[in-house]
């Protein structure tokens, strides 16, 4: 299920690279960290976050006007490509 939270935040990367960077998620599963704060069986608003060597990502829903759910902060960061710093360095 991790992975397919994974795969579902990472879609967005275009079809070559977003293999390549679930190969290296997937090779790094043993290091890699779920965290969840909120409802257990039912609707609401939850925080998760996952931390691993190559990847966290963050979904964090935003109390907007007294509805807990009413605006969805997400978030994904490389920390081993921070501000594309390997892109940086490439060049």
């Known amino acids: 299920m991790l992975l397919d939270v994974i795969s579902a ?3 967005f990367i275009n079809a ?3 293999a390549a960077k679930m ?3 997937r090779a790094e599963l043993d ?3 779920f965290g969840w704060w909120g409802p257990e069986g039912s609707l609401g608003a939850a925080y998760f976050r996952v931390t691993g060597p190559s990847v966290i990502m963050e979904y964090a829903p ?3 006007d007294a509805d807990p759910t009413d605006h969805a902060h997400n978030m994904y960061r490389d920390p081993q490509n921070d501000y594309g710093i390997k892109w940086i360095a490439a060049e």
């Open 16 to 18: 070559d690279d977003f």
């Open 9 to 11: 935040r990472l879609g």
């Open 31 to 33: 290091d890699t960290y």
């Open 23 to 25: 190969e290296v998620v």
């Open 62 to 64: 935003q109390d907007i």
